[in-house]
């Protein structure tokens, strides 16, 4: 179990870093009803309530979702996005990868992101994939040139960039 102190900081690490990637952030009032609770899409950016968000690492997995939607439609997202037409499951599956990367990036373990209450109880196994470079969903992220491809250095986990295009 986390201390008051160690939610803080994780909290004030993940929105200062999706902040600083390009995805508008603010704490406010959101719906009662959210796909995870205390977090909301709004016009491509995040609202989230501090006193309803059980997790500070669902931020980033939603950043992730963020970051992954083209910049041309980016500010058009809001709600669910399993809701959206251009959400898919193989989106998913890069999500999972660049939230691991933006874990190792601000020096959180990949166990803030990948709790045991998400990921349909396949959160140690993600992390046991990622840690031992399995990295499904490498060749998507690869494909939106967000990280390099093959042996070029820097390699995965390293990002080039972090939103697509």
Not at 26 to 33: F, K, P, R, V, Y
Not at 72 to 82: C, L, T, Y
Not at 86 to 101: C, H, K, P, Q, R
Request: charged fraction near 20%; include cysteine; aromatic fraction near 10%.
């Amino acid at each position: 179990m986390e201390s008051i102190l160690e939610r803080t900081e994780q909290l004030q690490r993940i929105c200062s870093f999706i902040e600083q990637v390009g995805i508008p952030i603010t704490e406010g009032s959101i719906n009662d009803q959210t796909f995870l609770p205390g977090i909301e899409i709004v016009n491509g950016g995040l609202v989230y309530n501090n006193e309803k968000l059980l997790y500070p690492g669902d931020l980033l997995h939603e950043a992730g979702h963020i970051a992954l939607v083209p910049a041309a439609f980016r500010h058009k997202i809001s709600g669910n996005m399993k809701d959206l037409d251009f959400s898919t499951d193989g989106e998913e599956i890069g999500v999972l990868l660049w939230t691991y990367a933006a874990c190792l990036h601000i020096g959180l373990p990949p166990k803030v992101v990948f709790h045991p209450d998400g990921y349909k109880g396949q959160s140690d196994w993600l992390i046991e994939q990622f840690t031992s470079g399995q990295y499904i969903g490498l060749p998507l992220l690869q494909w939106m040139q967000l990280c390099n491809r093959g042996d070029k250095a820097p390699g995965f986990p390293v990002m080039q960039k972090w939103l697509m295009d």
